[in-house]
């Protein structure tokens, strides 16, 4: 989970925008809840 921060080498920026893209999606995800419930 916390890879990206440990990691300063090529998988440090895979990781991130692996990470970066879940929370994104997440994000989306949340925002469509929110719609629908009018919250």
């Known amino acids: ?3 990206l921060i440990y990691n300063y080498d ?3 920026s895979l990781f991130f ?3 970066l893209s879940q929370i ?4 989306k995800y949340f ?3 929110s ?3 009018a919250i």
């Open 1 to 3: 989970m916390y890879h």
């Open 10 to 12: 090529g998988s440090y």
């Open 17 to 19: 925008v692996k990470r």
């Open 24 to 27: 994104v999606e997440k994000s």
């Open 31 to 33: 925002f469509t809840i």
């Open 35 to 37: 719609d629908y419930y």
